[in-house]
C-alpha cells in the first residue's frame, strides 16, 4: 500500500507539473498571439495614417508652384551708407524650383530713390545667381530662405532673404545685404501692379 501510494502521489505531482507547462506554453501562445494581433494592427494603422496625410496633404495643403518670372522689390531701413536709406530697388527675377529646392538668376533693373525713378541701363545690369530652400508648414504660411550673389560694376555682394509665401503670386520678408550692411524688407510679385507697399508709380520699366 505504502509504494503503492508513493508511486500515485509521484504520478499525480508529474501530471501536476505536466498541466502547469501545458498551461504556460497555452498562455504563451496566447500572449505571442495577442502581441502579434496588437502589432499588425498598430503598423497598419500607422499606414492607413501615413496614406491618409499624404492624400489629404497633396489635397488640401498643395505644394507651392514658385516657378517662373517674378518682380522683386527691396526698400534698405538700415544702413551705413547714408544715401541708401529708404532706397527702393528693382530685380527682375527667372526662379527655378525643384522640390523643396530653389535656384535661379536675376538682375538688377532700377530704382526709386526720393520719389525719383531711374531705370538702369540694360548693359550695366548688376548680375545675380542664387539658391535657397522652400519650409513647408502645413498649418502656417511656407517660409523660404533664398541666398544670392550679385556680380555689380564695382563689386561682388551677398544678399539674404527671409520670406514668408502667402501664395503662388506674392511673397514678402525681411532681407540683410553685405552692401553697407543694408538691410530692410522685400516684396515678391509676379507683376508690379501686385506689390502692396512698395510705391511703383512713375517707374518707367516695361512688364
Do not use: C
Not at 501545458?22 to 496588437?38: A, H, L, P, Q, T
Request: glycine fraction near 6%.
Amino acid at each position: 500500500m505504502g509504494l503503492t501510494s508513493a508511486m500515485s502521489y509521484d504520478n499525480m505531482r508529474a501530471i501536476n507539473r505536466l498541466r502547469i507547462k501545458i498551461n504556460v506554453v497555452i498562455n504563451m501562445r496566447k500572449y505571442i498571439r495577442d502581441v502579434s494581433i496588437e502589432m499588425l494592427g498598430s503598423i497598419f494603422g500607422a499606414l492607413i495614417l501615413s496614406l491618409l496625410f499624404f492624400v489629404v496633404s497633396d489635397f488640401f495643403f498643395k505644394p507651392p508652384n514658385l516657378n517662373g518670372r517674378w518682380r522683386v522689390g527691396t526698400l534698405t531701413e538700415s544702413t551705413k551708407h547714408n544715401p541708401f536709406r529708404d532706397l527702393i530697388v528693382f530685380y527682375d527675377v527667372i526662379l527655378h524650383q525643384d522640390g523643396n529646392h530653389l535656384e535661379g538668376t536675376a538682375e538688377m533693373v532700377g530704382e526709386l530713390a526720393s520719389g525719383k525713378p531711374l531705370v538702369y541701363d540694360y548693359a550695366k545690369r548688376a548680375q545675380v545667381k542664387f539658391s535657397g530652400s522652400i519650409d513647408r508648414n502645413y498649418l502656417k504660411k511656407d517660409k523660404m530662405n533664398i541666398h544670392w550673389f550679385m556680380h555689380g560694376e564695382k563689386r561682388d555682394s551677398s544678399t539674404f532673404f527671409d520670406i514668408v509665401r502667402f501664395n503662388d503670386h506674392y511673397m514678402q520678408g525681411t532681407f540683410v545685404s553685405t552692401i553697407a550692411a543694408n538691410s530692410g524688407r522685400t516684396e515678391w510679385v509676379r507683376n508690379f501692379t501686385q506689390f502692396s507697399w512698395i510705391p511703383t508709380k512713375g517707374w518707367a520699366a516695361t512688364e
